[in-house]
């Protein structure tokens, strides 16, 4: 079953719902770098690095000769007794977070540190963190607040017009007599939603539709809090691919034009070229009048000079990659509807690479003189791509041309080809 969140802002939280929340985020990030740590002190008295390297020369010879048994790794990860004595530990340090929600954070950590990449060699993650060559992953900023159907509901609108609502336990405070815990129990109204996640908000409430949400969260973002609704679609509705072929190309007047394979006209996708250029043109002016006011401020008031020379590249760069991240996933989002509606199976997306990459519309449009840092990421818009295909079983492959796709007036041929991989079958 396929998991997906929606991402819903939670309607005028108070003070004091707001700062009992963060300090129950700071709670989830304490937990996860206990955890870490608890792990590692484990291992670093059970000797653990030291066995892994008179170890490493045995597993080196099998894996060359393959002679006699498989040897056994003298060191365990993650055993059922450790995750016990974690738990304990955890549950002593951090008492003030509701027992589900740190139930939920724990399964999260022990997942990665289970599952956790090395960023050295071809073995786990937990060896190189043992051996020295990779710290643990742990936060350094305050985590969402983790929640399920065990200590929360959803509650869906009485009469048209009224909001949703989202009851849930975070906490828990020592009762007054000294016997056991009580938690408080929040109950917020969430924004408007839009068609698409009132339609998936129903589905996960009705319990005959197959749909349920599974374990969500509210986080702090942007000065704003959000409730991360996580839930999973059962396969079994998802749409079978057709077996009609397509493609998706890149233009010089629009961001992206989807033709099926027999067609005579190609349908445009992606916002209109207006909004690329605006927004482009609006975040550089923004860019430069930060610099110039900066430049001819007085020393009274520039205050932190580093940060306030720092923060007009990081407020553009972060408000063009949120630009670039929502268009892609806009794009990709009407390009799978495309090809379910159409009946495509197989689908051809053409990246342009070298100089075609600054060619295309999306690299063009709004262009400056001055401007070299809002170039297009085509490599996120074909992963997002991907995963989409995957999720509706379409058969994706992606060329990379080094000129802007066009026809030949008389064989009708494109462009020329760099490379053609197939990335999923």
Same mark, same amino acid.
């Given at each position: 079953?396929?998991?997906? #969140?929606?991402?819903?802002?939670?309607?005028?939280? #108070?003070?004091?719902?707001?700062?009992?929340?963060?300090?129950?985020? =700071?709670?989830?990030?304490?937990?996860?770098?206990?955890?870490?740590?608890?792990?590692?002190?484990?291992?670093?008295?059970?000797?653990? !690095?030291?066995?892994?390297?008179?170890?490493?020369?045995?597993?080196?010879?099998?894996?060359?000769?393959?002679?006699?048994?498989?040897? %056994?790794?003298?060191?365990?990860?993650?055993?059922?007794?450790?995750?016990?004595?974690?738990?304990?530990?955890?549950? #002593?340090?951090?008492?003030?977070?509701?027992?589900?929600?740190?139930?939920?954070?724990?399964?999260?950590?022990?997942?990665?540190?289970? /599952?956790?990449?090395?960023?050295?060699?071809?073995?786990?993650?937990?060896?190189?963190? %043992?051996?020295?060559?990779?710290?643990?992953?742990?936060?350094?900023?305050?985590?969402?607040?983790?929640?399920?159907?065990?200590?929360?509901?959803?509650?869906?609108?009485?009469?048209?017009?009224?909001?949703?609502?989202?009851?849930? &336990?975070?906490? &828990?405070?020592?009762?007054?007599?000294?016997?056991?815990?009580?938690?408080?129990?929040?109950?917020?109204?969430?924004?408007?939603?839009?068609?698409?996640?009132?339609?998936?908000?129903?589905?996960?409430?009705?319990?005959?539709?197959?749909?349920?949400?599974?374990?969500?969260?509210?986080?702090?973002?942007?000065?704003?809090?959000?409730?991360? +609704?996580?839930?999973?679609?059962?396969?079994?509705?998802?749409?079978?691919?057709?077996?009609?072929?397509?493609?998706?190309?890149?233009?010089?007047?629009?961001?992206?034009?989807?033709?099926? $394979?027999?067609?005579?006209?190609?349908?445009?996708? *992606?916002?209109?070229?207006?909004? =690329?250029?605006?927004?482009?043109?609006?975040?550089?002016?923004?860019?430069? /009048?930060?610099?110039? /006011?900066?430049?001819?401020?007085?020393?009274?008031?520039?205050?932190?000079?580093?940060?306030?020379?720092?923060?007009?590249?990081?407020?553009?760069?972060?408000?063009?990659?949120?630009?670039?991240?929502?268009?892609?996933?806009?794009?990709?989002?009407?390009?799978?509807?495309?090809?379910?509606?159409? *009946? +495509?199976?197989?689908? #051809?997306?053409?990246?342009?690479?070298?100089?075609?990459?600054?060619?295309?519309?999306?690299?063009?449009?709004?262009?400056?003189? !001055?401007?070299?840092? $809002?170039?297009?990421?085509?490599?996120?818009?074909?992963?997002?791509?991907?995963?989409?295909?995957?999720?509706?079983? %379409?058969?994706?492959?992606?060329?990379?041309?080094?000129?802007?796709?066009?026809?030949?007036?008389?064989?009708? &041929?494109?462009?020329? +080809?760099?490379?053609?991989?197939?990335?999923?079958?």
């Amino acid at each position: 079953m396929a998991v997906r #969140t929606l991402r819903i802002e939670i309607d005028k939280p #108070t003070d004091e719902q707001r700062e009992r929340w963060m300090r129950l985020a =700071v709670a989830s990030q304490e937990v996860n770098n206990l955890a870490w740590q608890f792990w590692l002190s484990w291992h670093v008295n059970n000797r653990s !690095r030291m066995k892994l390297t008179a170890f490493f020369p045995t597993w080196k010879t099998w894996q060359e000769t393959k002679e006699g048994d498989k040897p %056994i790794w003298p060191v365990e990860n993650l055993s059922t007794a450790l995750q016990k004595q974690i738990r304990q530990f955890v549950n #002593t340090e951090v008492p003030d977070l509701h027992s589900r929600a740190k139930e939920l954070q724990l399964t999260m950590t022990f997942d990665k540190i289970k /599952n956790l990449k090395s960023l050295i060699g071809n073995k786990g993650g937990w060896i190189s963190v %043992i051996m020295g060559r990779q710290r643990p992953d742990q936060s350094i900023h305050p985590l969402p607040i983790r929640f399920d159907c065990q200590n929360a509901t959803i509650s869906a609108p009485i009469e048209r017009g009224t909001p949703w609502r989202l009851t849930f &336990r975070a906490d &828990r405070t020592p009762k007054a007599n000294g016997k056991g815990f009580e938690a408080t129990l929040d109950d917020v109204k969430l924004k408007r939603c839009d068609g698409s996640q009132q339609s998936t908000l129903w589905k996960c409430v009705d319990k005959e539709s197959g749909w349920k949400w599974c374990g969500s969260s509210i986080a702090f973002r942007d000065g704003k809090w959000f409730a991360l +609704v996580a839930y999973q679609k059962p396969d079994d509705l998802e749409t079978c691919p057709g077996e009609l072929e397509a493609s998706v190309m890149p233009s010089k007047s629009k961001p992206w034009r989807f033709l099926v $394979t027999g067609a005579r006209k190609a349908i445009p996708v *992606g916002c209109i070229g207006r909004s =690329v250029g605006s927004m482009r043109r609006r975040l550089l002016l923004q860019r430069w /009048n930060r610099q110039e /006011n900066y430049r001819i401020a007085s020393s009274n008031r520039k205050g932190h000079g580093g940060k306030r020379a720092c923060f007009p590249q990081e407020k553009f760069s972060k408000a063009w990659l949120g630009f670039t991240l929502n268009h892609n996933e806009f794009c990709t989002h009407k390009i799978v509807e495309l090809c379910k509606e159409k *009946g +495509v199976g197989v689908l #051809t997306v053409w990246q342009p690479v070298g100089a075609a990459a600054g060619r295309m519309f999306l690299a063009m449009a709004g262009k400056q003189e !001055r401007d070299d840092a $809002t170039g297009w990421d085509w490599a996120r818009f074909i992963s997002r791509l991907n995963d989409k295909c995957k999720e509706a079983k %379409i058969v994706l492959t992606v060329r990379r041309c080094e000129q802007p796709l066009k026809k030949d007036a008389k064989a009708g &041929r494109k462009s020329k +080809v760099l490379a053609n991989r197939v990335v999923n079958a």
